[in-house]
Nanobody, 121 residues
């Protein structure tokens, strides 16, 4: 199995910055796409950003120009640098990885437990 552990969430004032990290561990054979999603109270989980193994990023329109996703393939880790944070960015942020545990195994989506990001003055 693959375990994902997020870190870096917290409370920040509007206009501030945070950097989230997510490390994948376990019986990993290969990881394809990794990404970040978020879920605000009373809302559905939504895409924030994804990045392929070739480091090609994709962003939600709401975060373009403010957030940057990156990854370290050697460490099986994905990062999310969040700048110019707004109150509407407040949510639980979840890490996601599309991975398989063997060369003949199925590709599956794995999720972290989530980390809270609160933007408030």
């Amino acid at each position: 199995q693959v375990q994902l552990v997020e870190s870096g969430g917290g409370l920040v004032q509007p206009g501030g910055s945070l950097r989230l990290s997510c490390a994948a561990s376990g019986s990993i054979f290969s990881i394809n796409e990794m990404g970040w999603y978020r879920q605000a109270p009373g809302k559905q989980r939504e895409l924030v950003a994804t990045i392929t193994s070739g480091r090609s990023p994709n962003y939600a329109d709401s975060v373009k120009g403010r957030f940057t996703i990156s990854r370290d393939n050697a460490k099986n880790t994905v990062y999310l640098q969040m700048n110019s944070l707004k109150p509407e960015d407040t949510a639980v942020y979840y890490c996601n990885a599309f991975a398989r545990v063997s060369g003949l195994g199925s590709w599956k989506y794995y999720w972290g437990q989530g980390t809270q990001v609160t933007v408030s003055s």
